[in-house]
């Protein structure tokens, strides 16, 4: 399947109402289209962000971290720090510290404006 950008930018849009209404099953499916899709594109990019944080509320953390990692991976500038942030609270609460202060570091290290104070504030909190 050839990058399509236009078409997965409408079915990321779809998958983003369908989230906010609490179609959650929905937006999953959605997501993995729109970055099928725009494979290799920043819209690809945010799908995976965004899908991997819907497959960790419906309980599916193996396939959120995948997801994670993909986007993380895409080395997009204004979405890899975010997923970044996201593996950091993803291995935080699954109890692995070295990786959540790792992963909040390379954040901090990003200096994105929205997540380098959050990755700042929780690595004073995992050094208290």
Request: proline residues 3%.
């Amino acid at each position: 399947m050839g990058v399509d950008s236009a078409a997965a930018r409408k079915i990321l849009d779809r998958a983003i109402q369908m989230e906010e209404r609490g179609d959650l099953q929905g937006a999953r499916s959605a997501y993995q289209q729109a970055a099928a899709l725009g494979s290799g594109t920043q819209i690809a990019a945010r799908a995976e962000l965004l899908v991997g944080n819907v497959h960790i509320l419906l309980g599916e953390p193996q396939a959120g971290f995948q997801a994670l990692r993909r986007a993380y991976q895409s080395g997009d500038p204004d979405i890899a720090p975010k997923a970044t942030y996201a593996l950091g609270m993803f291995y935080e609460h699954s109890g692995d510290m070295t990786g959540a202060r790792l992963a909040y570091e390379a954040a901090l290290e990003s200096g994105d404006s929205m997540v380098a104070p959050l990755a700042a504030a929780k690595l004073r909190a995992l050094a208290s």
